[in-house]
């Protein structure tokens, strides 16, 4: 029976392996004349329902982009420009968001669970109704955001800048806001 289970165990490494090389092999995608590839410039593009799950954007310019329900899920939008972008009921499970740029985003509905968000700059960013459980958003600046009916359970917000964020019936069970500033922040816990 081990041998059995160690051999299964092989072949899925083995199939595993050659997804992934197959993967780098394939050529940028194209949507919406949008070459879905590292620190590309596509402003403005309709990327609504897109599957761009898993791919490399990082240093990409979406800059007002609409991604309105794309799955990106796993996705690495590291040091990404999404500024003003409609992200409304997105995937971004699991999604690679470090020193990302989402400035006023609309990002109502997103599915964020397990994102990593650290050193990003989500100024004026609407996450209401927005799902963050277990995001990992330390050194974020969250200056101006909303966060009605959010869910924050278990996040990590260290050393977060909150100034001026809106905090209506928000769930923050077992978050963690330690040397976040608030001030200004209207329903920030207090008993940090």
């Known amino acids: 029976m081990t ?3 160690t051999t299964a165990l092989l072949l ?10 197959q993967a780098e092999e394939d050529p940028p995608r ?16 309709d990327l609504r329902h897109a599957d761009l799950s898993g791919r490399d954007l990082s240093g990409m310019d979406l800059r007002g982009a609409k991604l309105a329900r794309a799955d990106m899920r796993l996705v690495n939008l590291r040091g990404a420009n999404l500024d003003g972008a409609d992200l409304q009921a997105a995937r971004l499970q699991k999604a690679f968001l470090q020193g990302v740029s989402m400035v006023g985003a609309d990002l ?6 397990f994102a990593r968000i650290s050193g990003a700059d989500l100024r004026n960013a609407n996450l209401n109704a927005s799902n ?12 101006g955001a909303t966060f009605i009916s959010t869910d924050l359970q278990e ?3 260290s050393q977060t800048n909150l100034s001026n964020a ?17 001030d200004g922040c209207i329903g920030c816990p207090t008993d940090w």
């Open 3 to 5: 041998r059995l289970f």
């Open 12 to 21: 899925l490494g083995l199939a595993a392996a050659s997804h992934a090389a």
């Open 30 to 45: 194209e949507i919406n004349g949008c070459v879905l590839a590292p620190r590309s410039s596509c402003p403005g593009v």
């Open 108 to 113: 109502r509905g997103a599915d964020l669970e």
């Open 132 to 143: 963050m459980e277990m995001v990992r958003a330390d050194k974020s600046n969250f200056t």
């Open 155 to 157: 996040a990590k917000l």
């Open 166 to 182: 809106l905090f209506e019936g928000t769930v923050i069970r077992y978050a963690i806001f330690q040397d976040a500033v608030m």
